[in-house]
């Protein structure tokens, strides 16, 4: 079968639009040209044409009119005005995670901690609906791109899952590192709140993934979530808070620490935690205790490498793994990170929807969910720990 070609364009031009790029160039079920690129930092933006010989586009019209697929890789709060953008132009959507948020009244001294987040809630979930709605107008796809559906270990879990007819009792699992590179992260309104959406969105969805895939399995529709009980914490604003300089602390609002323990339609629960405090590299896992067999899922780090270095120097050139303090020592070196993360497979399987309709795993309703189970535990979070329903959406 002769392969489909198929054209995209990326919304921002820094770190994920850069690991998206990258992974765009293994897709190998479809030929995909990348025209182009537009940042609401234009200089940006032009560097980053430049160093890949893409255009850089002025204005986000002008690249959505020249390609089939737009990524979005801006801050959260530009998700759903750039995802809607292009699905009014019935143009298929890469979108990053968070899908959405809350970004807060508009008022220039916005606070997380003075925020309602009832409120938080409710206009997270019209979001939500917005971009659902501009979904089904339109002829392009939403593809949620949360790589933690396509990491090699979930899908293999997907897999005993399918074919085990397994029962999910408890998933726990966990997203920390040390602090985020960005400069918008500081701020919950350009990102949604903190550490609790920011990363627990990651090990969250994946867990609301495998409960889908169950339910999908044994009764042919999935199994959602019902309630949450939540914590956040600012843990580098406590008035002892000793910075030594390994873990970033100058955000402006955000939590830097949240757990959430979600009760599904079924009883069965997932824990996961989310933080910024946490030194020895990303630390991304999800361990799941079924009724047939138990499977630790460990996306970074993971040992299929582990290199021992005597001298930190002598690794000065050498990737060794994500966020990590110190090149000496024992390490769990990857040998390719962005295969363990799910960045290719996500791409492959985003591609394939693009140029043929293929089903995909992470979809409009995965994400909605996410956002609804995210926003319910903020609320839990300012009752501090209350059980708070969740609105389930497809
Ligand atoms: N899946 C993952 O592993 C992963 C990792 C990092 C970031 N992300 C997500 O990717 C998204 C972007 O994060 P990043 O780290 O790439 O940020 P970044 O700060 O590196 O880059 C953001 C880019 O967006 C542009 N931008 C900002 N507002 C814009 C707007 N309104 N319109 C057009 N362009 C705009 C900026 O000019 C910049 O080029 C976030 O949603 C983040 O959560 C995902």
Not at 224 to 241: E, G, Q, Y
Not at 253 to 259: E, P
Not at 283 to 311: D, F, G, K
Request: with cysteine; hydrophobic share 40%.
């Amino acid at each position: 079968m002769q392969k489909k070609t198929v054209r995209s364009g990326l919304v921002g031009a820094g770190f994920s639009a850069t690991f998206h790029f990258e992974a765009i160039e293994k897709v190998y079920g479809a030929n995909v040209e990348v025209i182009g690129v537009h940042a609401k930092d234009m200089d940006m933006a032009r560097a980053f044409a430049q160093k890949r010989e893409i255009q850089a586009f002025e204005s986000l019209d002008e690249l959505i009119a020249n390609v089939d697929v737009v990524h979005v890789n801006t801050p959260p709060y530009a998700h759903e005005p750039v995802s809607v953008a292009a699905l009014a132009a019935d143009k298929h959507v890469i979108c990053e995670k968070p899908l959405t948020g809350y970004f807060g009244d508009g008022s220039d001294d916005f606070h997380w901690d003075n925020a309602d987040m009832e409120v938080a809630l409710e206009q997270a979930l019209t979001s939500v609906e917005r971009m659902l709605e501009a979904e089904r107008n339109s002829k392009g796809r939403l593809m949620y791109a949360e790589n933690w559906v396509y990491s090699p270990a979930i899908q293999k879990e997907r897999e005993i899952l399918e074919k085990t007819g397994a029962q999910i009792l408890w998933i726990h699992g966990e997203e920390a590192h040390s602090g985020s590179h960005s400069v918008d992260y500081a701020y919950a309104a350009r990102c949604g709140g903190g550490v609790l959406i920011g990363k627990g969105c990651h090990p969250l969805s994946a867990a609301l993934y495998l409960k889908r895939v169950e339910g999908r399995v044994r009764d042919g529709k999935p199994i959602r979530p019902k309630a949450v009980s939540a914590r956040a914490h600012a843990i580098t604003k406590v008035p002892d808070f000793r910075d030594e300089g390994h873990i970033r602390c100058d955000y402006y609002d955000i939590d830097d620490f949240s757990m959430i323990h979600i009760v599904f339609e079924d009883d069965t629960i997932a824990t996961v935690f989310a933080s910024d405090i946490v030194l020895g590299g990303i630390h991304n896992w999800l361990e799941i205790c079924a009724n047939n067999h138990r499977s630790l899922c460990n996306i970074n780090p993971n040992t299929a490498m582990q290199t021992y270095n005597p001298v930190d120097a002598n690794f000065r050139d050498i990737y060794t793994v994500e966020k990590i303090e110190t090149k000496q020592g024992w390490a769990c070196t990857s040998p390719d990170e962005d295969f363990f993360t799910g960045y290719p497979q996500e791409m492959e399987a985003f591609y394939r929807c693009a140029a043929y309709g293929d089903s995909i795993e992470s979809d409009m309703n995965l994400a909605a969910d996410s956002i609804s189970t995210i926003y319910s535990a903020y609320v839990s979070a300012a009752r501090k720990g209350a059980e708070v329903p969740v609105k389930a959406y497809g």
